[in-house]
């Protein structure tokens, strides 16, 4: 007896079932994960391991993107090679100590940073500032004609460093506009004509504070625009500087450690901008690798998280850390230890509450509560994963007045000018003194 044939519609029926099935499964699934995004789960917690980001959206878009880390080759970092400056007290801040007119101020900021916890005050020694008028004047006769001791500021801050217990890295750098002919026409930050003046300025420095000071950073950010001047940037330039005034150093005490000028993270190629990564091996290929003991880098995590692990080498987050190692390990450099000469989030307010800042996005946007809770998971995250990250330094402690709250750089602080903690003060402490260096 010959069997009748379902109908088209019965078929299309019973095939439907278990696609019918299916997407209720699946909108189950997603509802579910909804639900777990917005109340900030398992999922979710899962999803900021990964991405660094908080808003749900922005977790899946970032999962997708770091997915794509198992396209590419990843970086090589050589954890089993712990280098002996990374194996240093992680604590550091940014100081603008030369600001405060009144000694008194130094002493309370400096005071507040030792009662929070930190150990190592990243602080310039602006040259402009110091060697004032011409080649080895030491005297500042800008407000008065009779001069007063230019490095009368600096020997205060170099005795406060010592009275609270803590270690300074001196930046060198802003060199006056005597060391140019053509004076700040080629930029307020542009290299001198000759690099000896800037050789000769750093030693006199570190004999000035021999014993006391015994770290270096040879200028700053000199990858990009205005750090170089009004020129393009120039690695092998820097190169040359770095290496002499390496070499000067050393002579004047060979204890002193030398910090490179911290490289800013950036993917630009303009000529005024150079990728960071490019502009390092540029920097091995001009035989940089042997004058310096720690290489400087930024540390910002911009506009995601401290626990985001996409590593894309044209996206900058705060891991980027990895890629320079990697160019380290593969200039047989995996000894030398890496320094963040400036980390942090940016809690610039919204236009609602300031509308005259400019640049507002440029370095990314958080929440002052945001911020208090990132920067201790920063310390935390590179204690645990990056054996050869040493010093972390906080960017920034104060400044003396409220200048520049029209720029968004401005929003770094930890503290107010009239010396107001923010909540990321009190999330430091408590975490350094849950955490205290061995």
């Not at 999922?43 to 970032?62: C, D, F, K, M, Y």
């Not at 004058?291 to 506009?303: A, H, I, K, M």
């Not at 450099?333 to 320094?339: E, H, L, Q, R």
């Amino acid at each position: 007896m010959q069997k009748t044939k379902p109908s088209l519609a019965t078929r299309l029926r019973r095939r439907g079932r278990p696609l019918l099935a299916g997407l209720a499964v699946g909108a189950l699934l997603l509802a579910a994960l909804a639900a777990d995004l917005a109340a900030h789960g398992l999922a979710w917690r899962a999803l900021w391991n990964l991405t660094g980001e908080e808003a749900p959206i922005a977790q899946v878009r970032g999962f997708v993107e770091w997915l794509g880390n198992f396209t590419r080759r990843l970086p090589e970092t050589r954890p089993d090679i712990v280098p002996a400056l990374a194996q240093v007290n992680p604590y550091g801040i940014n100081t603008f100590l030369q600001q405060e007119v009144e000694p008194e101020k130094r002493e309370r900021q400096v005071r507040m940073i030792a009662e929070a916890g930190f150990h190592w005050l990243r602080q310039e020694f602006p040259w402009e500032d110091i060697e004032i008028h011409g080649r080895g004047d030491f005297v500042d006769r800008r407000n008065d004609p009779n001069g007063v001791d230019a490095w009368a500021k600096y020997d205060h801050i170099v005795d406060l460093a010592e009275q609270y217990g803590l270690e300074l890295q001196v930046r060198l750098s802003n060199p006056p506009a005597w060391s140019r002919a053509a004076g700040d026409a080629q930029g307020h930050f542009a290299p001198p004509d000759d690099v000896q003046d800037y050789v000769n300025f750093a030693v006199a420095v570190a004999e000035r504070y021999r014993g006391r000071v015994h770290h270096y950073q040879i200028w700053n950010e000199p990858n990009i625009y205005p750090e170089w001047g009004e020129q393009t940037v120039d690695p092998e330039a820097y190169t040359d500087l770095l290496c002499r005034t390496y070499r000067a150093l050393k002579a004047v005490d060979p204890s002193i450690v030398v910090i490179s000028g911290a490289l800013a993270p950036t993917v630009s190629l303009d000529g005024r901008d150079m990728s960071d990564l490019i502009f390092l091996q540029r920097m091995y290929d001009a035989g940089a690798g042997a004058c310096f003991d720690v290489l400087s880098v930024q540390g910002y995590g911009l506009f995601s998280g401290p626990t985001d692990r996409r590593l894309r080498p044209f996206t900058i987050n705060y891991a980027r850390n990895l890629w320079i190692r990697d160019i380290m390990v593969h200039n047989g450099d995996a000894d030398t230890a890496i320094w963040l000469s400036e980390m942090n989030w940016n809690p610039v307010p919204g236009p609602e509450a300031a509308p005259d800042i400019a640049n507002r996005y440029n370095y990314g946007q958080v929440t002052p509560e945001q911020q208090a809770r990132w920067v201790p998971l920063a310390y935390r995250r590179a204690a645990e994963e990056w054996p050869w990250v040493g010093v972390i330094n906080f960017w920034f402690f104060k400044r003396a007045s409220t200048e520049g709250q029209d720029q968004s750089w401005y929003y770094f602080r930890m503290v107010e000018p009239d010396f107001t903690p923010l909540p990321v003060y009190d999330a430091m402490r408590d975490y350094i003194a849950e955490h205290p260096y061995p």
